[in-house]
């Protein structure tokens, strides 16, 4: 018996402990070739109709699964062939420890061939370590496809049921295909996750990442984006559901809106007529009307209300609230330029009310310069139609020759000043 030249014949000793590795070796092998053959992926594989990655890994896989059979039978008789070699005495010859050395480690084991590949001898220890290498290679296919199956098709299943009932309250509301893109993208997504989920069942190790510290986990790109996709069509539908709750409710305040911009029109016009015919010497606005526009959208958006297409109302009120709302602002606006002059003659005629009630409460209301000032720009002011201009010029000089006559207002009422009084003349140093 030759001895494998890579190291000296064993030594009792060595040989002892080298079979109780190896005994302990075998329960575990047995063990883990039991638990692949009963394991519920490997079951699955073999009845699945494959394609793909997967297909060509299961082939190569199944095969090193019947390997590891053949090995761990060859691999059993020669542990069983050491074991009675060893328990010839309690002290072996030197014969047999030199063929107890073939067997563990030299080349004392005969591994059949297969198609294709031939015969070939080794040792205990190297079958051992072939066979934990091949085990964990059908094994990591296995447990991959396992994990996909388990994972993925349930996930596609939920995110289809979740689709089916969008689907169904989109078709409630008058989203149908062919007539809104949010149904057609239900239609292309249920399309998409059936291939998905086919793909899934025939080849789930398309689906697999492995992980470089080991294991792996299932790539759900497709089915991310398909979930996503489906988040932003639920939201679509469901606003559309909203706008047929409160379709009513926006339609009246639109119209609502729309009239109180009429009103507000109406009023700046009537305005504009009294400008034009109490001032002079000022440019008035136009006032136009609210946009056709806007009335032929209120009656599409009823017409919309009426036949139950609230995917085509939704976005035509989501514009009339919009531009009702800028269309009240605008006649507002429009009030205002149209009434400003009559508001800057309304301020005057206050000021010069003002400055005259001053006047008089110091005693100056006989002053003959002041009497002319206030004469002057009240004839301006009352009068039709009123030059707003020059009137302003006259407050501001009934304004400016008051300034002249009165004391600092020091918050309080106070005497006539020396000088000119109601009763008893002008005194000395007045202006007379």
Partial sequence: ?????????????????????????RESVESALSALQDHSGRRLLEGADL???TEERWAGAEEAVSRLWAHFETWDAALARAREVRGRRSRPSREELAELTELLRGSGVTVPGGPGRPSERTGLEVLVE???????????VVTAAEAVWSSLPARIDLLTAELRRVRSLAHALGMHPGGHPAADGLDELADELARTRDEALRDPLRFWRPLPSGGGRVAVGGYGRAERRLEEIRREVETVMHVREDADQRLL???????RADRTLNEAR??????????????????TGAPASLHRQLVTASEYRRDGQWHRLSPVLDRLEEEADAELVRARESLAAVTEPLAVRARLRGELDSCR????????DGDPELVEHHDRARRLLWSAPCDLRAAERAVRRYRQAAAELLPADRGGPAGPRAGFRKDTGPRDGARR
Avoid: H, K, T
Avoid at 130 to 139: I, L, T, V
Avoid at 253 to 259: A, E, M, P, Q, T
């Fill in 1 to 25: 018996m030759a001895v494998d030249p890579a190291g000296p014949v064993m030594s009792r000793e060595e040989v002892d402990r080298a079979l109780a590795r190896l005994g302990a070796e």
């Fill in 51 to 53: 394609s793909g990655v």
């Fill in 130 to 140: 072939r066979m934990n290498e091949q085990y964990a290679r059908a094994m990591a």
């Fill in 253 to 259: 305040r639109v119209r609502d809106v729309l009239s």
């Fill in 270 to 287: 009537a305005a504009r007529g009294e400008v034009l015919a109490g001032i002079a010497a000022v440019e008035v606005p136009a006032v």
């Fill in 357 to 364: 009630s001053r006047v008089n409460r110091f005693g100056y």
